[in-house]
């Protein structure tokens, strides 16, 4: 039924006059990870201050922990840490020490789970795993997507379930011990997994998977009240799911990213204040020095200069690898942002 | 690109893609199960796909992995409903990496005996003698990537062999499952003959 939907759906779609539409850019990926045995997911990236060339990619497997790639794809470790789906990072203090905090969301038992990362390398917070249900409220029922938030007011954890409730989670540090409380909640009508927060201007981008994405105010004092990005279907969104998202912010412009997973492509939003965003650009990532994406679940971005990488990259997961597996592809973000309108 | 003609691109079917396995030994689709020896056949028609797979030699370097898994849904009184079984073969064919999935639901495998016949249709979890199927097929060649999920095949479902030891739950994550299918979808035939050995069991919660 559903590819009879989707057929249907191309068929219109083909007869509509072409309009103002999405500019269609392909860039290939310059690096992959390595394979993952498991089932990848979702992608962070950890940009060392002091050696920009040794930062990390961390990377989910959904069936059984946390990979860490150095920017060659080569694996550095991996945590089995069980069922992580989504994982985000962000800037801590911890012990009167700067480092960044990674959090994750962990299927297996509902939690959400943290990380520090240094320069010595990713290893647990302590806690580790913190309850990501609160007792008091019902119905809130399988943990999906996860991403981090910061502003003036502090460090949060927002995660969403499979029963549509989306959690905002204050983080806090004490004598080295990191602590979650409960600062705001919401619903969206069916299944939301992607987000991102835009840190710097106050959002929160939630994905509905078959719906569209959404924009929320992060300010947790305030009322989730939806703005509505774009909808399925839409020039940039033809078909489902909408899986992750993320931000590029750079002087050169400020873009939200989202993977269009039903035609295996990143939907490039531009961002200006609280105005709409409008679908600029859809990029393909075809074969070149790697194999092309396809499929992708989870992504990450950074706008920071990387060895060969002066405006960062994107990192993609890939369904589709040789031998069966799936990874994470690096693109270069000056290649795509020179196609940008 | 232009996003019509994108479109266009992404929701073609590839008419002209043909999956054959080397030295096919069948010149027509089977009109029996071929048997309890691990095999899987499928020849017709999938979404604009020809098919003539006919792995018989499951240890043949081409076999990724091929096994089967069954999943069980929550049933009363802390029992468990044996809803899903699935029939997933990894394999170079043509010399491509290729993933196919066969997911098969009815409300209680269990509740009939075998062996018997599941019309298929388009309910999923159908009760009695109905069943659901989803059939996935995934790879990527020089031509893109196709990742085709069809379900609500209409057809029959012939399930011969269903076999395995029970666990202390009653749950089996052995044995073999066994069958043929005769599919049609949207003016296409696909018949399958599989033997599969099961290799896990899931509870879906």
């Known amino acids: 039924m559903k590819s009879t939907i989707e057929a ?50 961390l990377g989910t ?5 946390l990979f860490v790639f150095g920017l060659d794809g080569a694996e550095r470790a991996f945590l089995p840490d069980g069922k992580l789906n989504n994982v985000d990072i962000r800037p801590f203090v911890l012990n009167g020490k700067p480092v960044s905090l990674a959090g994750a969301s962990k299927r297996d038992d509902d939690t959400l789970v943290f990380y520090v990362i240094d320069a010595a390398g990713v290893r647990h917070a302590s806690p580790f795993a913190h309850p990501a249900i609160p007792v008091d409220l019902p119905g809130v029922d399988d943990i999906y997507g996860f991403a981090m938030a910061q502003d003036a007011s502090g460090t949060y954890a927002l995660v969403n379930f499979k029963s549509g409730h989306v959690l905002q989670y204050r983080i806090t540090e004490a004598a080295g011990q990191i602590s979650l409380t ?19 201007a106050g959002h929160i981008y939630v994905g509905e998977e078959d719906i569209g994405i959404w924009r929320f105010p992060l ?21 489902d799911d909408v899986e992750g998202l993320a931000i590029h912010d750079s002087p050169k412009g400020r873009y939200l990213v989202a993977s269009a997973q039903g035609i295996h492509r990143a939907a490039i939003y531009r961002l200006d204040g609280d105005a709409a965003p409008p679908c600029v650009a859809l990029v393909e990532i075809p074969a070149g020095p790697v194999d092309g994406v396809t499929e992708t679940d989870g992504l990450a971005v950074t706008s920071a200069a990387l060895p060969g990488h002066p405006e960062g990259v994107l990192v993609m997961m890939d369904d589709q690898n040789a031998g069966y597996t799936t990874n994470f592809k690096v693109i270069d973000w000056a290649a795509i942002a020179a196609s940008l309108p | 690109m232009r996003r019509a003609a994108l479109l266009c691109l992404l929701a073609s079917p590839a008419f002209a893609d043909t999956l054959a396995t080397d030295g096919p030994t069948l010149t027509t689709a089977p009109t ?23 792995l018989t030699d499951m240890a043949a370097t081409a076999v990724a992995e091929f096994a089967g898994k069954r999943e069980y849904l929550p ?17 170079t064919i043509g010399g491509v990496e290729r993933s196919i999935e066969l997911e098969f639901e009815n409300d209680d495998f269990a509740s009939v005996t075998l062996p018997a016949d599941f019309a298929l249709g388009a309910e999923n979890f159908p009760k009695g003698n109905a069943a659901f199927l989803e059939v996935s097929a995934e790879w990527e060649d020089a031509s893109g990537s196709v990742n085709d999920e069809i ?9 011969l062999l269903d076999d395995g030891t029970p ?10 499952i066994g069958g043929l299918v005769v599919a049609e979808n949207a003016g296409e035939t696909l018949v399958i003959s599989f033997t599969v050995p099961v290799a896990e069991y899931e509870i879906d919660d």
């Not at chain 2, 049933?75 to 394999?91: I, T």
């Open chain 2, 32 to 54: 029996e199960w071929l048997g309890p020896t691990p095999h899987l056949v499928i020849m017709g028609t999938l979404n604009g796909h020809e098919m003539n797979i006919q």
């Open chain 2, 75 to 91: 049933g009363d009184a802390g029992a468990f409903r044996y809803g899903d079984f699935e029939v997933g073969l990894k394999a």
């Open chain 1, 219 to 239: 300010d947790p004092t305030l009322a989730a009240q939806p703005f509505a990005v774009d909808t399925i279907p839409s020039p940039c969104l033809p078909r």
């Open chain 1, 61 to 65: 497997d959904k069936q059984g922990g």
């Open chain 2, 167 to 176: 666990d202390d739950k009653g749950l089996r994550a052995d044995g073999m």
């Open chain 1, 182 to 200: 409960l600062a705001r909640h919401w619903i969206v009508g069916s299944q939301p997994e992607g987000m991102v927060a835009d840190d710097s």
């Open chain 1, 8 to 57: 249907v759906t191309a068929l219109l779609l083909c007869a509509l006059p072409l309009a103002a539409e999405p500019l269609a850019i392909a860039v290939p990926a310059t690096v992959e990870t390595a394979g993952t045995g498991g089932d990848a997911d979702d992608p962070a990236i950890w940009v060392n201050p002091a050696d920009p060339a040794e930062s990390l990619i």
């Open chain 2, 151 to 159: 379900g609500a095949l209409t057809g029959t479902l012939s399930l």
